[in-house]
Nanobody, 120 residues
């Protein structure tokens, strides 16, 4: 069971931090990911982190602006989003799975999603 928080409305250039709290699973044992979806389009993996924290993936569109992390003690995962752009507007989902994947279908556990809107 994953629950996201931290979405909202911001202006271009501002920052947001998304958090995801897990229950029933231990995030330290899983690959974690943040996935976003724009209406009418498929889900896009924007970032993922391997279970040993040694490998990360960022979509080209967010490299240098987004940072994924996990807090083992709290059993949570975060996505720090800086210098947000209008095109970052989407519903953001946290996800967890057994394998590092750039496809949304590679993840088994999902949150309910949180809306991020970037608009001036």
């Amino acid at each position: 069971h994953l629950v996201e928080s931290g979405g909202g409305l911001v202006q271009p250039g501002e920052s947001l931090r998304l958090s995801c709290a897990a229950s029933g699973i231990t995030l330290d044992y899983y690959v974690i990911a943040w996935v976003r979806q724009v209406p009418g389009k498929g889900r896009e993996v924007v970032s993922s982190l391997s279970d040993d924290d040694k490998n990360t993936y960022y979509a080209d569109s967010v490299k240098g602006r987004f940072t994924i992390s996990r807090d083992v003690a709290k059993n949570t995962m975060d996505l720090q989003m800086n210098n947000l752009k209008v095109e970052d507007t989407a519903v953001y989902y946290c996800a967890a799975g057994a394998w590092l994947s750039t496809r949304a279908s590679g993840y088994d556990y999902w949150g309910q999603g949180t809306q991020v809107t970037v608009s001036s």
